[in-house]
């Protein structure tokens, strides 16, 4: 207690379907201190978002519903909130950013309004006293002659400057969390930089958290503290960012790290791969949820295993029966990969004999 | 006896493509009040089994080249030079035939595959559009296309929305195949899929490009894809190529600051290196096609920029290095990557 401004504890989110109950977030756990930058890496259908959601409440239910676990902000479960302290929380204490900033701003609204509307709300400040305090958050995130843009509406405005606009409402009433979903996802490279150096800049002056969720490994490694890796609704491994992209433990995350071409590096034949597919989240057989992928899986892996902490290393968790460090294991996982290549490659290779036979005939 | 040589090597030579579009204003009486420049005169050559990556942000050009290309849009000016044919003059039943050579795979698997088409069907179309074969063989080669692209031949009767992301973009590949093309051009292939599918696909392109010998354009935004898997990379910067070199030579030694700045932009999954790196952030947005900045047309955001810059358009030329073509003034003092 008191150490950690968030904390999430088993948190269960299922959506309701026809055939069965979605677990979209399955038992996650994880905690955020103050001033911290903790990202939260997966692929889309791993939960990231739908945590995100359930942290703001802002889950549409039905067909969401939200099964169990708690959500300590500062002390207080945010599931056991009325509605009406829970609009105080949202844009208050905890900011968001969303994805898409072509759709999460209102076209019918100066983007001044919208930014004040957050300040008139919660700081109750006057009309007058808004319209100037979103002239100077605008400054702040970088959108030149501040004053003449309040009075323009989003469509006015470029990808990039819009996602400014979002993340200058976001932190309009000064939040101690700001959760910022894939926020550069819709943006290009160039801009991607100059947001996620906005982020990064405003947040270490006003000492709010951040989790930042993406699923790009690139902007996690220059961004955070700490890395929460999700699958299928659960969190495989947490650890420093440090740590984690020099040790990583559990097979997804080592799998993910060296599936990713690298700016820097000169290619390999190939790229490992993580063979098939994410698992259906509709009534998931009982286990690790990577076992199908894995090629450290074997028997006891049909437990799911327990996120645990790693002997001698306190801020690194993983949950996974194996340990992929051992070259025993390595040797194994190793020998399963290639007669899987092999498999492969001996389909295509009997393609490519019999159309060069076709070739000659013609 | 040099040409016939030189022809052999290169498949496809792409000389000043300009693709602009027209805007108009009124309703009944249409005037054109101005163009969007969205391909400038652009100037590349791929040779045979090579690929060719094309970088650069949204609204570049890229994918209109690769449109272009395929002749999906009637170019404004310039050549498409595909062995001693011009694909930019080719009309009707000519362009039809020579389009069995070039085939295209799209960005978005869940759009380019008809949602009432099995895809079995779906595979099979171009086969019997050119009448490659009986219905019996084309069945046939169906099933084992499927097999190439690592989808099993059961699913052949399947319709799209019962695969994954991943799963369509391979019967995308597949189809892209079924006519046995020489050269493909591949739109922002692993855009829309998850880092772990991604590179699934782009193991599965090369692996078909090397059995099959195939001729790639790449069109990605994506720095770290494009050198995982061209040969040569241009980058493009508002409908033109800015540099264009060998695949390594442009990560080590840059020769545009637009190069420099977008190398520089892309985080490198690994802490400590992300630490130590100097980012160049560029300001500002891609100006408008409409509007091209006059001189060269990055001047407005280059962190180099000098006079002479914003008045004289720097000359395409070629640079020191291996087959290293830039377009800067100051190419020479675009320093190294730190």
């Avoid at chain 1, 550069?184 to 000492?207: K, P, Y």
Wanted: charged share 25%; hydrophobic share 40%.
């Amino acid at each position: 207690m008191g150490e950690y401004l968030l904390e999430i504890q088993d948190l269960k989110t299922y959506f309701k379907v026809r055939a069965g109950k979605v677990r979209a977030v399955d038992g996650v756990s994880f905690a955020i201190k103050p001033g911290e930058k903790l990202g939260v890496v997966g692929e889309s259908g791993c939960g990231k978002s739908v945590t995100a959601l359930s942290i703001m409440r802002l889950l549409p239910q039905p067909p969401g519903e939200i099964a169990g676990g708690s959500v300590l902000f500062e002390g207080q479960d945010l599931l056991d909130l009325p509605e009406s302290a829970m609009r105080k929380i949202r844009g208050g204490k905890i900011g968001m950013i969303f994805q898409d900033p072509m759709t999460c701003l209102n076209p019918t609204m100066t983007v001044g309004n919208q930014i004040g509307e957050a300040l008139r709300i919660h700081l109750k400040l006057s009309k007058n006293e808004a319209q100037k305090r979103a002239i100077s958050l605008l400054e702040q995130v970088g959108i030149p002659a501040a004053s003449e843009r309040i009075n323009s509406y989003p469509h006015q405005f470029s990808g990039g400057m819009r996602q400014r606009v979002v993340i200058a409402i976001a932190l309009a009433c000064n939040p101690k969390l700001l959760i910022a979903d894939e926020p550069t996802t819709a943006l290009d490279v160039t801009v991607q930089a100059q947001i996620l150096d906005l982020i990064n800049g405003v947040c270490s002056e006003f000492g709010t958290a951040v989790i930042l969720i993406t699923h790009d490994l690139g902007v996690v490694a220059g961004m955070t503290d700490r890395i929460v890796v999700m699958y299928a609704g659960k969190v495989v491994e947490t650890a420093t960012t440090d740590e984690l992209f020099v040790n990583p433990r559990h097979p997804y995350t080592l799998g993910l790290l060296s599936s990713v071409p690298r700016v820097d590096e000169v290619r390999h034949s190939q790229l490992r791969t993580i063979e098939g597919a994410p698992p259906d989240l509709t009534n998931p057989p009982p286990g690790c949820p990577f076992m199908p992928r894995c090629a450290f899986a074997r028997a006891i892996c049909r437990t799911m295993p327990p996120l645990e902490v790693l002997p001698g290393q306190a801020d690194h968790l993983k949950a996974c029966w194996v340990d992929v460090t051992d070259p025993k294991e390595q040797a194994y996982a190793e020998k399963r990969r290639q007669t899987r290549i092999e498999k492969m490659l001996a389909a295509t290779n009997g393609h490519a004999a019999s159309s060069q036979a076709v070739a000659e005939e013609k | 006896m040099v040409e016939t040589l030189v022809a052999s090597k290169t498949l496809i030579d792409v000389r000043d493509l300009k693709m602009h579009f027209p805007l108009t204003q009124g309703i009944i009486m249409q005037r054109v009040i101005g163009y969007v420049r969205a391909v400038d005169g652009v100037s590349f050559s791929i040779e045979r089994g090579q690929t060719l990556g094309l970088v650069g942000e949204s609204g570049s050009g890229k994918t209109t080249i690769g449109r272009t290309i395929v002749r999906l849009y009637k170019p404004t000016a310039g050549q498409i030079l595909f062995g001693d044919k011009d694909l930019a003059k080719m009309d009707g039943e000519e362009l039809r035939l020579a389009r069995q050579r070039v085939q295209m795979i799209f960005q978005d698997p869940y759009a380019s595959l008809n949602p009432r088409y099995t895809i079995g069907s779906l595979v099979a179309e171009p086969m019997h559009i050119y009448k490659v074969a009986s219905n019996a063989e084309i069945h046939e080669r169906t099933a084992e296309l499927l097999r190439v692209v690592g989808l099993r031949p059961e699913y052949i009767d399947r319709y799209p929305h019962e695969f994954s992301g991943g799963q369509r973009q391979r019967i995308a590949v597949a189809r892209a195949l079924s006519i046995n093309p020489e050269f493909i051009i591949a739109d922002e292939p692993v855009s829309a899929l998850d880092v772990s599918i991604r590179a699934q696909v782009l193991n599965l392109l090369q692996r078909l490009q090397q059995q099959f010998n195939l001729t790639y354009l790449f069109v990605s935004h994506d720095l770290s894809v494009v050198r995982h898997v061209a040969d040569r990379i241009a980058v493009m910067y508002l409908g033109k190529i800015v540099e264009l070199s060998d695949r390594d030579e442009l990560y080590a030694a840059p020769k545009h600051p637009y190069t420099k700045a977008l190398l520089s932009a892309v985080p490198i999954p690994d802490p400590q290196i992300e630490k130590k790196r100097k980012r160049i952030i560029l300001s500002g947005d891609l100006p408008s096609p409409i509007n091209i900045p006059s001189g060269c047309r990055f001047h407005t955001r280059c962190p180099m920029a000098q006079q002479i810059c914003r008045e004289v358009e720097p000359v395409y030329e070629k640079k020191e290095g291996r087959d290293h073509y830039a377009a800067c003034h100051f190419s020479e003092f675009v320093t190294q990557n730190e």
